[in-house]
């Protein structure tokens, strides 16, 4: 993995912790991001004028993507509302890694050497290592919440092998991004509508529109880079790496919530470290 493309995939873990972290803490969590994936859809229209269109064998996997997407965002929220930002996220995140590589070594015959395999372990070693550190501890969350959160970890891994297909086929990796946002941009909103009645709605976006319109910058942005990387490199080195946005994570617990740094956290977060080394080189 080149030095670009290993900076690139750790700045869009940095951005998909925060964005996750700003749903969490931002009321309605279902509002949020309808209003998140209207405002990307709605962002990203300029845009399409200016690229060229997908090439037609990477339709299905749009389409597909954008079921796959919705499902994730959903599943997501109905997570965060059972259980702990510091339990989910890790639970979730860590449990994609290891479904990706098994997949996409089954799927696309994408082979990784031996230090690649011990990186990758090292680091979702690390991710389930800081859901145990918890002071509740995740044999201790209820069992709607392990399941949502470990259904969060299938979704991560399916849209990974759905759009690294896709964007591979796409013949622009931006083009495909772009339409994939688009067309990720209508269900979620209905889903809201459907749910919330009308008052409720109204008063609700109005609270919610500025964080909704950070986190539809920072996911498009962060995501972007994520395809633009799986077009460059294999789909299960990139989607490991990206798992440690569970480190920028805890840092933001730590810095803004709060919360210890222990000794224990301490030992995992170099655990992780080394993993995305081997993982680097």
């Not at 079921?67 to 599943?75: D, E, G, I, K, S």
């Not at 989910?88 to 449990?95: E, I, K, N």
Request: charged residues 10%; neutral net charge.
């Amino acid at each position: 993995m080149s030095g670009l493309i290993f900076s690139a995939v750790l700045l869009a873990a940095l951005l998909h912790a925060i964005w996750n972290a700003l749903i969490k803490v931002s009321g309605d969590r279902l509002v949020i991001m309808g209003v998140t994936t209207a405002a990307t859809s709605i962002l990203v229209i300029p845009a399409l004028f200016l690229l060229p269109l997908p090439a037609s064998e990477s339709w299905p996997y749009l389409v597909l993507s954008a079921c796959v997407h919705t499902f994730y965002m959903l599943v997501l929220v109905r997570a965060y509302g059972l259980g702990d930002f510091a339990q989910v996220y890790p639970l979730s995140r860590g449990s994609a890694p290891l479904l990706t590589a098994i997949l996409g070594f089954l799927l696309l015959n994408e082979a990784m050497d031996s230090s690649e395999i011990l990186g990758m372990l090292l680091i979702v070693t690390g991710i389930f290592g800081l859901t145990l550190e918890t002071s509740a501890g995740v044999l201790q969350l209820s069992r709607p919440a392990l399941f949502y959160s470990l259904l969060t970890g299938l979704c991560i891994t399916a849209y990974s092998l759905v759009d690294g297909m896709g964007v591979r086929l796409a013949g622009n990796s931006l083009s495909f991004t772009l339409w994939m946002f688009f067309l990720d941009g209508f269900m979620v909103p209905l889903v809201a509508i459907a749910r919330r009645p009308g008052n409720v709605l109204r008063s609700t976006i109005i609270a919610v529109w500025k964080p909704g319109l950070l986190v539809a910058l920072l996911s498009t942005l962060g995501y972007a880079i994520i395809l633009w990387a799986f077009s460059q490199e294999r789909i299960a080195p990139v989607a490991v790496l990206r798992e440690t946005s569970v480190l920028f994570a805890m840092l933001i617990s730590v810095l803004l919530i709060k919360e210890n740094f222990s000794l224990l956290r301490t030992g995992i977060a170099l655990l992780i470290l080394l993993g995305i080394v081997l993982l680097g080189i």
